[in-house]
């Protein structure tokens, strides 16, 4: 479970004054396609461990209170939920394998509207910045 706040990956499952400063690394492999290099993972076995695990994260989700909503979440959030499932057939083992990616995004901001200075104005920028660059992705698929 990772975060998104002004630009920088952040592990969502390390407290906020443990993460690296710098945020984590965005990397591309050909055997793992798109991943964050350093993320933490977490075996689950019960739909409790992973709401345990998900609760654990959303503590630690960058929060802040604009005039619009006294808890605004000030960052993206995406969580990774990998299945799999083991078989033995015929004194064989089989493994089928699924990754769930669940994205929360950030809604846009009018600074004028949310009240926003300082911190707060400059996390609504990145937020606005980061969506705008979503949406020429998305238009640029759509247009091949």
């Known amino acids: ?3 998104i706040y002004n630009e920088k990956v ?9 993460r ?5 690394k965005v990397r591309e492999s050909k055997t793992l396609g798109v991943f964050v290099d350093g993320i933490s993972k977490h075996a689950v076995q019960s739909y409790e461990q992973i709401a345990k695990v998900m609760a654990t994260g959303e503590s630690h989700r960058s929060k802040g209170a604009t005039l619009m909503n006294s808890e605004s979440s000030r960052a993206h959030t995406v969580i990774t939920i990998e299945l799999k499932q083991t078989e033995h057939f015929q004194g064989k083992k089989a493994q089928k394998m699924s990754v769930i990616n669940l ?3 950030a809604g846009s901001e009018k600074a004028g509207q949310t009240g926003a200075t300082g911190d707060r104005l400059k996390e609504g920028s990145m937020i606005n910045k980061s969506l705008s660059c979503l949406g020429d ?3 640029a698929l759509v247009d091949k």
């Open 1 to 3: 479970m990772c975060e």
């Open 10 to 18: 952040q592990d969502l499952m390390i407290n906020v004054d443990k």
């Open 20 to 24: 690296p400063s710098a945020g984590l």
């Open 103 to 105: 994205i929360d995004l």
């Open 137 to 139: 992705v998305i238009k």
